[in-house]
């Protein structure tokens, strides 16, 4: 007899619909198509959010733990969990605890890895934002702005900046919000490379509050606004990573490794 076969797509989750869908839902659109066999569900992480699309759009998501228990009442023997998360930090190791509590509810349950996890992961990331800004010119600053962490995943940032100049691109700079690097030191390093004009863009799967807000918004201490005061041209470039192909398709690879350790 054949098994029924799931993949759970794990995202934070954002209130903003028109970025959902061509990021989250994106992602969950090429799971679909590579993985024709297996069925694709969403969960969300924050209970913030879908608290929000709950009361104010009446839409119902399901957290892990719930939708963990909907595959298992219908009867799903093989699921492969995969977070669209950036680092393997607080929200990871959440999910890998809520895995172990829910293990014996199917016949397998394997956890794909975050964006960056590998040393091929930053190769490949860094390739991918590389591609799609293969037009930055010199005088160009491509700033990324990750959300950071105090998990000591956070370090993962600047192993990213650096992966950058290696791969020959040193005019593309990591900071986060919360953070190391933070704006300060971004700034000090741009300052340094001195470009006419600065791009701005969210290291983040979607470009919800922090990239509308901390990133683009009008405040004085946008990211935007600190670096118009330091006199380059600015530009916000409103695009989650999960607009582009060749990110997703480094989810697919991490949700073909998780499938094979189930046969
Ligand atoms: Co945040």
């Not at 969950?28 to 198509?33: P, Y």
């Not at 916000?236 to 046969?263: D, N, S, T, W």
């Amino acid at each position: 007899m054949s098994e029924k076969k799931a993949i759970l797509a794990v995202s934070f989750g954002t209130s903003h619909k028109e970025t959902r869908e061509k990021t989250i839902g994106a992602i969950e659109e090429d799971m679909r198509r590579r993985f024709p066999d297996y069925q694709v569900r969403r969960a969300f992480t924050s209970g913030m959010i879908m608290r929000i699309l709950r009361e104010r759009d009446g839409i119902q998501v399901d957290n892990v733990a719930e939708a963990l228990k909907r595959l298992a009442d219908e009867g799903f023997d093989q699921v492969v969990l995969q977070p669209t998360h950036i680092i393997n930090g607080d929200e990871y190791d959440k999910l890998m605890r809520q895995a172990r509590e829910c293990q014996s509810l199917f016949h397998r349950l394997n956890t794909g890895k975050p964006l960056l996890t590998d040393s091929a992961d930053y190769e490949a990331v860094c390739r991918a934002i590389m591609g799609e800004f293969s037009h930055l010119k010199k005088d160009e600053a491509l700033v990324l702005m990750g959300h950071g962490t105090g998990h000591f995943a956070d370090a993962a940032y600047a192993a990213l900046d650096y992966r950058f100049k290696a791969l020959g691109a040193e005019n593309v700079f990591v900071g986060t919000v919360e953070g190391y690097p933070g704006i300060e030191e971004v700034r000090g390093q741009v300052r340094k490379y001195s470009p006419r004009r600065v791009i701005l863009l969210p290291l983040m799967v979607v470009a919800g509050d922090h990239a509308v807000n901390d990133m683009a918004g009008d405040e004085e201490d946008s990211w935007r606004s600190v670096f118009e005061k330091d006199g380059y041209e600015t530009r916000c470039v409103l695009k989650g990573l999960g607009e582009f192909p060749e990110i997703r398709e480094i989810y697919m690879e991490h949700i073909l490794k998780a499938a094979k350790q189930q046969g």
